[in-house]
């Protein structure tokens, strides 16, 4: 793959991790390539569903065309009935940000998934995981419903039923898990806002009206381009026999289309309402850490406000 020589004369090592974060459909994908561009950088994929092989459509996944020669890494490293581990994330992508350094290019971390970010960045500890005993506390969320869990949290661990929303059983799920097989409170293990490395977070904001507009275009675009048959396809290769991959945004939808239990109209509403939740969450997730220098989306001059923000020259002459 051919390299792209720096655009400035600041050595990179002097440099600080970039992380691009922000709601979906935002443009963080555009910026960190504008930064690697400028930067002599290499991308990281901080995107969950993104670690998926052929999930490319409905995730937005960059096609290698589009990369446009910069180097990206964990993209497409999961199989499809594999399920994503944060700690195996976090492994992976704090390798993969460590190697980039010694290759003495800039690492950019760029993604919308908030706890991937974290565990990538921050000072994070990935407690045990036990397939029998989630297995168990699963059954008892499907039977005795999510209030029943979260009053055994409240009694266990106050803090973590606390710092968890209500309605979300997955994860009170997971602490009631943590806490079984540790001993200890699930808030012991909750991340530090505390870089492990140096780091400046860029966040792009959206104006609310005008990113559920993107994102219903987004979403219309995904089906033009042949998400359908991207996920008809992925179902004849066991789509359904994973735990994740099935249930990302988008290819659930479309296999109820296939399935004929949503028509195409439903199937992208249906999508464009979850999508817009997410991107609510991702704001709620990225809003209340004050490391984060927010930036407009729209900004003429955003590349340059972000090379500032990360302390290297701005050129008003573009990327080369």
């Known amino acids: 793959m051919e390299e792209r020589p720096a655009a400035h004369d600041t050595p990179v090592g002097a440099l600080p991790i970039i992380a691009v974060v922000g709601p979906t459909a935002s443009g963080k994908s555009d910026l960190a390539l504008a930064l690697a561009e400028r930067l002599h950088g290499e991308v990281v994929n901080a995107d969950a569903m993104q670690l998926y092989r052929g999930m490319d459509i409905g995730t937005a996944k960059l096609s290698p065309v589009d990369r446009r020669g910069i180097p990206h890494h964990l993209l497409d490293v999961l199989d499809i ?39 990538a960045l921050d000072h994070l500890s990935i407690p ?39 309605n979300n059983g997955r994860r009170i799920v997971r602490a009631l898990e ?20 140096p780091t ?3 966040g792009l904001q ?6 559920d507009e993107r994102i219903a275009c987004r979403v219309h675009r995904m089906w033009e381009a042949g998400l359908l048959e991207e996920v008809r396809s992925l179902d004849a290769a066991g789509l359904r026999e994973g735990r ?25 509403e249906e999508t464009i309402v979850a999508t817009r939740k ?13 490391r984060v220098t927010w930036l407009a989306h729209d900004d003429p001059r955003l590349l340059d406000r972000a090379l500032a923000a990360v302390g290297a020259p701005v050129s008003h002459n573009g990327p080369r």
């Open 178 to 197: 943590v806490i079984e097989l540790t001993g200890l409170p699930f808030s012991a293990t909750l991340p530090t806002r505390e870089y492990v490395e």
């Open 244 to 268: 994740t991959a099935a249930k990302a945004l988008g290819y659930s939808q479309a296999l109820a289309q296939l399935d004929g239990r949503l028509s195409p109209a439903e199937a992208i």
């Open 278 to 290: 997410l991107a609510r969450r991702q704001e709620s997730w990225f809003r209340p850490d004050d």
């Open 81 to 119: 009935h594999e399920e994503a581990s944060v700690a195996a994330y976090q492994r992976e992508a704090r390798a993969d940000l460590a190697a980039v350094r010694a290759r003495g290019r800039t690492p950019i971390l760029a993604g919308g998934s908030g706890l991937y970010v974290r565990a």
């Open 200 to 202: 400046v977070t860029i």
């Open 128 to 166: 045990p995981t036990d397939a029998d005993v989630r297995s168990r506390l699963e059954a008892e969320l499907a039977t005795n419903g999510v209030e029943v869990l979260l009053e055994r949290l409240r009694k266990l661990d106050p803090v973590a039923a606390q710092a968890i929303q209500a």
């Open 206 to 211: 959206v104006p609310r009206p005008e990113l």
